[in-house]
Nanobody, 120 residues
Framework: QVQLVESGGGLVQAGGSLRLSCAAS????????MGWYRQAPGRQHELVAT???????NYADSVKGRFTISRDNADNTMFLRMNSLRAEDTAVYYC??????????????WGQGTQVTVSS
């Protein structure tokens, strides 16, 4: 089992910045990748960024150049630095951890979500 707790959301003006954090606990060694996803009202759940245990990153086109995902493995924490925020970035942001079970199956865990609201 992996537990994920997000923090850092809030209200910010367009053009501003926020940093989200995701603290992981539990079976940390089984995590091979983590990511941030978001869901805005009336829109589908969408990928924002992912990072593997080796540090490889992937970003949605809509956030490339503005958002940066990172991990502090010593502290079991993942971050999402969000710059140049736009109104369309408004959403609930969820932290995700992908693990492999002893039987070789992939199991995903999710945090409770943190609201990001960007005012225009």
């Amino acid at each position: 089992q992996v537990q994920l707790v997000e923090s850092g959301g809030g209200l910010v003006q367009a053009g501003g910045s926020l940093r989200l954090s995701c603290a992981a606990s539990g079976s940390i060694a089984s995590i091979y990748a983590m990511g941030w996803y978001r869901q805005a009202p009336g829109r589908q759940h969408e990928l924002v960024a992912t990072i593997t245990s080796g540090g490889s990153t992937n970003y949605a086109d809509s956030v490339k150049g503005r958002f940066t995902i990172s991990r502090d493995n010593a502290d079991n924490t993942m971050f999402l630095r969000m710059n140049s925020l736009r109104a369309e970035d408004t959403a609930v942001y969820y932290c995700d951890a992908d693990t492999v079970t002893d039987s070789g199956h992939v199991q995903r865990y999710w945090g409770q979500g943190t609201q990001v609201t960007v005012s225009s």
